[in-house]
């Protein structure tokens, strides 16, 4: 039975608590072994945001993220070679076991496991095409009479790609699939990680939904009114999915009143102070930012931006820790006055707005 060891659970959640300014946890997970599907939003990140949910349950993972060092140092799973993977390093199939029977293999010792049943990610208004493999694993399961239920998790990112933006896991309830075929599986199975995940009918759909949730927990207005009641939380991803179902039911009443667009904030104090806020923090942590900027130029759309930036930045912080102790040494005092100019500006760094999506937006953005 596989687990995350100490030192990945906790350095995915120092990273990612450092780079996102909230991570939110929605929901209770099961108590007994559990396959966890889970929609992929943001390329190899969202194993680690995974983490602040259901803790040392490992992911499959691709060999590729296992090859080298200085990637096993971060990540860790189970891992599976995919069939370009056989190719590119020469593996052959019958050396390695599939994904299928993997996962099977944790379940039946009494661990958990949590799959992407997408494959990949991409940054848009429904989930890529899920994968049958879920559905087999869970009837093979069935007939091995393991005792297991299945568990959806949603993950919501008000900016996937923005420094110091939100992110917030929303748990489904556990259940035990009732079908008995693949199909009947699979059909169970994706309907209810629909439910809990970012699946909406269209582009326009998905930006007036992300916009009016996120004017409603930055601005408390407009009041969205759900059931005949205002709707409270401050949950991004729980508001998103509430005002999604609303939309799937053609009841989605939007005052004409209400500023679809984005927000800005207008508040004259933030927008001297902000800038002033990011050089703090530049100075402060200049490798950290440095590295996080030249690794971010290996990403090939807005779904695997942050994790460039995370792999360079966790890197670069090695160095600015080495500055930190190294100036303590020589010019206590300065050294002691860059460090909480540093821990300043993180701290009060400003919250991007989202960025509304255009068909097929891949488009990069820089540190904001």
Request: hydrophobic residues 40%; contains cysteine; aromatic residues 12%.
């Amino acid at each position: 039975m596989k687990k995350l060891s100490v030192w990945h659970v906790g350095l995915a959640r120092l990273i990612t608590g450092f780079y996102f300014s909230k991570i939110h946890v929605i929901g209770e997970r099961a108590s007994k072994p559990t396959l966890y599907i889970a929609s992929h939003r943001n390329g190899a990140t969202d194993g680690q945001v995974y983490t602040w949910a259901i803790d040392k349950t490992p992911s499959l993972i691709s060999i590729q993220m296992l090859r080298k060092w200085f990637l096993r140092l971060i990540f860790d799973g189970i891992a599976v070679v995919r069939p370009q993977d056989t190719q590119r390093y020469k593996i052959s199939h019958d050396s390695v076991a599939s994904p299928i029977q993997l996962a099977i293999q944790q379940l039946s010792s009494g661990g958990s496991l949590c799959i992407m049943p997408e494959g990949s990610s991409e940054w848009r208004e429904k989930p890529e095409a899920y994968k049958e493999g879920m559905a087999r694993i869970v009837k093979q399961l069935k007939l091995n009479q393991i005792d297991f239920v299945v568990q959806c998790m949603g993950v919501f990112y008000t900016k996937p790609d923005g420094f110091c933006s939100q992110v917030s896991i929303v748990f489904g309830s556990a259940f035990m699939p009732q079908e008995s075929t693949v199909d009947g599986i699979f059909l169970e199975m994706s309907e209810r990680l629909n439910d809990v995940s970012v699946n909406c009918e269209n582009v326009q759909q998905f930006n007036q939904i992300q916009a009016m949730a996120w004017n409603h927990i930055k601005y408390l207005e407009p009041s969205i009114q759900l059931e005949s009641q205002q709707y409270q939380t401050q949950d991004y991803g729980e508001l998103f999915l509430a005002l999604q179902s609303k939309a799937k039911h053609n009841d989605l009443s939007v005052n004409s009143a209400i500023n679809l667009e984005i927000k800005k904030s207008l508040n004259p104090t933030r927008k001297i102070l902000n800038p002033m806020i990011k050089i703090l923090f530049f100075i402060g942590f200049f490798p950290t930012v440095l590295f996080a900027l030249l690794a971010q130029k290996g990403s090939d759309g807005r779904n695997n931006l942050t994790f460039f930036r995370l792999l360079g930045g966790f890197y670069g912080s090695i160095l600015t820790c080495i500055l930190w102790i190294v100036g303590l040494f020589i010019v206590p005092v300065y050294s002691i006055i860059i460090m909480l100019l540093g821990w300043i500006g993180w701290y009060f760094y400003p919250e991007p707005e989202p960025i509304a999506l255009t068909t097929r937006c891949l488009n990069k953005d820089t540190i904001d």
